[in-house]
């Protein structure tokens, strides 16, 4: 498991903005924060990509450069996922995109996880990227990968969240079986009550766009 905050990069400060209340009420800048830290772990991934020479003619000569083999299929969990998955596609400029939306249904009792809009192209042998900023619980994740291996069985999963908690973390590790990496930009202290991370940052969607009805 990759964790960006254990590393000193610009990245702190992306996160440490993306938590201020102070700095929380400029959206502009919220959603962008959220797309610069899927460039930076979009960045991280490539690192473990495979990778073979292609022969480059420059102006002066030949030359050589090592470019990635395989593109990515990048998936975003509406709706607070979008800027992120902006960042990884800005990287992956040649990578095919899939949308799903899955909601919580707050109150008592166990939380259920709802899927709504589904758009993925096939998912058969490729590495597919699932972006959502939050990683709280980690049902949403696990109902979402159910839904998208309906298209395909992926190569391997890059599972990338800007917060996790350590439940959600240890709910993938027990319920995923396929292949699989977590590329997480902090990982905070717990869930609350209502299963919120805490210290956390709100609720992104919110956050990005404005609050819901």
């Known amino acids: 498991m990759f964790i960006l905050e254990e590393f000193n990069s610009i990245g702190n400060q992306f996160i440490a903005e993306l938590r201020d ?6 959206r502009l800048r919220f959603r962008k924060n959220l797309e610069r830290i899927g460039e930076i772990l979009a ?4 690192k473990s990509l495979p ?3 292609k022969e480059i003619q420059t102006p002066l000569a ?3 450069a090592n470019i990635p083999s395989v593109n990515p299929v990048i998936f975003a969990v509406l709706r607070a996922g979008l800027p992120f998955y902006q960042g990884f596609l ?4 040649k990578a095919e995109s899939g949308f799903i ?7 008592p009792g166990e939380i259920k996880i709802h899927l709504g809009y589904h758009a993925s192209p096939s998912l ?3 590495t597919l990227i699932l972006t959502d900023p939050m990683l709280a619980t980690g049902k949403s994740f696990i109902r979402s990968i159910e839904s998208i291996l309906t298209h395909g069985r992926p190569e391997i999963i890059h599972i990338a969240a800007i917060i996790a908690s350590p439940d959600g973390i240890k709910y993938i590790k027990d319920h995923l079986k396929i292949p699989h990496q977590l590329w997480i930009g902090a990982v905070d202290e717990s ?6 991370i805490v210290p956390g940052l709100g609720d992104a969607g919110d956050l990005a766009f404005g609050e819901k009805l």
Do not use: M
């Open 43 to 46: 960045y991280e991934i490539s």
């Open 90 to 93: 800005n990287f992956f400029d």
């Open 101 to 107: 939306g899955a909601f919580r249904e707050e109150g």
């Open 21 to 26: 209340v102070a700095v929380q009420g400029d």
């Open 51 to 53: 990778y073979l020479p």
């Open 124 to 126: 058969e042998g490729k």
């Open 62 to 64: 030949k030359t050589k």
């Open 191 to 196: 869930l609350n009550e209502k299963s919120y």
